[in-house]
Nanobody
């Protein structure tokens, strides 16, 4: 059974940091791109960052570039999202998702379109207070 389990969310003041974790199981980790997404109330789900453990490539949305860093620990089948300089507008439910990676593709070429990702976690709430 495929499982993606997010953790690390919580309440933080503006300017603070959080590190989210996504623990994967039930599939071959290095055959998939893992992405982080978020969804705020009344807004569409937004792709933030993705990483391929096949070649180590990563990809970031412009909205988080320079503030968020994605990384993976292949030994633990876990992907992390380090979030710094958090703003109130970062408040949302954060999800990780997995997408089978095409031969020769990179995280960037696989993109961050939510409906193209096959498996999803249950989400973790991040709230940034002003």
């Amino acid at each position: 059974e495929v499982q993606l389990v997010e953790s690390g969310g919580g309440l933080v003041q503006a300017g603070g940091s959080l590190r989210l974790s996504c623990a994967a199981s039930g599939f071959t980790f290095d055959e998939y791109v893992i992405g982080w997404f978020r969804q705020a109330p009344g807004k569409e789900r937004e792709g933030l960052a993705s990483i391929s453990s096949t070649d180590g490539s990563s990809y970031y949305a412009d909205s988080v570039k320079g503030r968020f860093t994605i990384s993976s620990d292949n030994a633990k089948d876990t992907v992390y999202l380090q979030m710094n300089s958090l703003k109130p507008e970062d408040t949302a439910v954060y999800y990780c998702a997995a997408r089978y990676i095409a031969l020769g593709a990179t995280a960037q070429t696989m993109g961050l379109i939510p409906f193209e990702f096959d498996f999803w976690g249950q989400g973790t709430q991040v709230t940034v207070s002003s």
